[in-house]
């Protein structure tokens, strides 16, 4: 799976009508949605889908066609995102009606291409499940943990300096295990 990190546009233009596509990362999408209802006040449909994972890792997945035809838009536009194996990700397409009906088949394909020009566009991160966990140690292996964190990419969010030293550290589930095998001769690990 996939993800995005920021906003991306792109324009397709088919027989005179516009469709303006805007990938943005999901927690951005009703933001931006409200945005564009403002900056597009001639727009005829806004077209939406979106795919996120919530948390019991399952995947959420929607679609409005915003009042073009049932299953023409927002379906289409959904599959390409599925397609694409994107998450934590939504799709926002204004069109504006050039005077020109494109058909059924004319509009799954145009706002499919909508879609997967403004994807081309992005850059895509692979999606990693992530791990926090909090490790509890010596004062002695500070400089060991802090070179281990480095060795297997694992961000330290908060420190404590108590008796004993506590980190709450988080990385990809497979970056965890492995650091987490290599400091437990000396870390002990706590609940977060």
């Known amino acids: 799976m996939y993800y995005i990190k920021e906003e991306y546009a792109n324009t397709l233009e088919v027989k005179q009508s516009k469709f303006i596509a805007y990938l943005v ?6 933001t931006l949605l ?4 403002e900056e597009h006040p001639k727009a005829r449909h806004f077209v939406t889908a979106y795919r996120y994972l919530n948390k019991y890792d399952q ?3 929607h679609s409005s066609d915003d009042g073009e035809p049932s299953g023409t838009s927002g379906k289409p536009s959904l599959m390409v995102l599925q397609g694409q194996k994107l998450i934590n990700t939504a799709v926002i397409v204004v069109r504006y009606f050039g005077g020109t009906k494109l058909g059924t088949g004319g509009l799954v394909r145009a706002y499919s291409d909508a879609v997967n020009l403004v994807i081309e566009k992005a850059e895509l991160y692979e999606y990693k499940k ?20 480095k060795e297997f ?11 004993k030293v506590s ?5 990809s589930e497979e970056n965890m295990k492995n650091f987490l095998s290599k400091t437990a001769r000396v870390a002990t690990v706590s609940t977060v």
Do not use: G, M, N, W
């Not at 980190?167 to 990385?171: D, G, L, R, S, W």
């Open 167 to 171: 980190y709450t550290v988080t990385a």
């Open 130 to 149: 992530e791990l926090t966990q909090k490790i509890v140690f010596d004062y002695s292996d500070v400089r060991f943990i802090e070179y281990e964190c």
């Open 34 to 37: 409200h945005k564009l209802k």
């Open 59 to 61: 995947t959420v997945e």
């Open 153 to 163: 990419a694992v961000t330290v969010s908060q420190k404590e300096f108590d008796e």
């Open 25 to 30: 990362p999901y927690d951005k999408y009703e």
